[in-house]
């Protein structure tokens, strides 16, 4: 199983056991995808019911039936499988563009890996860190320069911008 952090218990809700999660998925409503959650331990939390409010998720988990029995779980990291998530078509994990080689779509030249995916509102930005030169570079995420991304074999195809690597 292949789990990444989806949101933080920040803490209780009610005397029967719920939990406020502060998500960090795309939207609290992801979390409606999940039957399980779990700790980084590995131990498996199974939703019992779940609502979102505001800009939070509450969860009711089996077996965690009071306040104080959820009080235990507070600031604890939740993690969901993978497979879980129903990503569309040319949608990644950040955690997977983490290490993904930058090249030239023409040239093949190698640019660097991608350290960093900053998330502005408009649209995300990779920082490229070539180890050669120690520079630093950013690239936004739009169609014009990120050309092909593959995840399996850790490559990204780029046109870059007039003089981003100069």
């Given at each position: ?53 505001k800009d939070t998720v ?51 030249e190698f640019y660097g ?9 408009a649209k995300d930005v ?41």
């Amino acid at each position: 199983m292949d789990l990444i952090e989806t949101g933080k218990i920040v803490n209780t809700h009610g005397i029967r056991g719920e939990v406020k999660v502060m998500p960090w998925c795309d939207s609290p409503e992801d979390f409606y995808e999940f039957e399980n959650l779990y700790l980084k331990s590995g131990t498996c939390l199974e939703i019992e019911a779940l609502r979102v409010h505001k800009d939070t998720v509450i969860i009711k988990f089996k077996n965690i039936n009071s306040i104080n029995e959820a009080e235990k779980y507070r600031n604890y990291v939740l993690y969901a499988d993978k497979e879980d998530f129903m990503l569309e078509e040319d949608c990644f994990f950040i955690a997977d563009l983490m290490g993904i080689e930058v090249y030239d779509e023409k040239s093949n030249e190698f640019y660097g890996t991608i350290t960093e995916v900053l998330q502005n509102g408009a649209k995300d930005v990779f920082v490229i860190k070539n180890k050669e030169t120690g520079k630093e570079y950013l690239l936004p995420y739009i169609d014009e320069t990120v050309i092909e991304i593959d995840i399996k074999d850790k490559k990204m195809k780029i046109r870059p911008l007039e003089g981003l690597f100069e």
